[in-house]
């Protein structure tokens, strides 16, 4: 059973300023988080803690008025993500963060966004610049998608 202290995104608040204590990464996700390579491209097994990483990651870009998209082969698999997206989403409500089921998005008052897609239909990936994405079971993306 996991630590929910390793799990969770904590909020603390002071009259000055409200901390957002994000989970501790292992020595190897911190490498990959910590990289300055425009392209990140992480090929681990099981249990190595992929998609706690992306989810932070994630969670850090939205945090900073920025746009990600967790994007996966189909829906069923995004869901994956989405659950633990929409859990920090919640942990981190006192921050302004709205979780937005229906349209599977985290939104914070900054404008920065988290949203969960489908790549089953390149075409619905146009048109939005992004600064972060996530591309979850990437082998699996049909060819198409990424021309």
Known sequence: MEDPKFSKFFVEETEKERRVQLPKLHENQKTVAESDSRWKILCAGRRF??????????????????????????????????????????DLASMGAEVKMGDMIVSFPNGGFISVKSADNPQRLRGEGLDFLVMDEAAFVKEETWT
């Open 49 to 90: 803690g992929k998609t706690r990483l992306g989810v932070q990651l994630c969670i850090e870009t939205a945090m900073a008025g920025k746009r990600a998209w967790w994007v996966a082969p189909t829906f069923s698999i995004a869901r994956v993500g989405w659950r633990d997206i929409m859990m920090a989403g919640y």
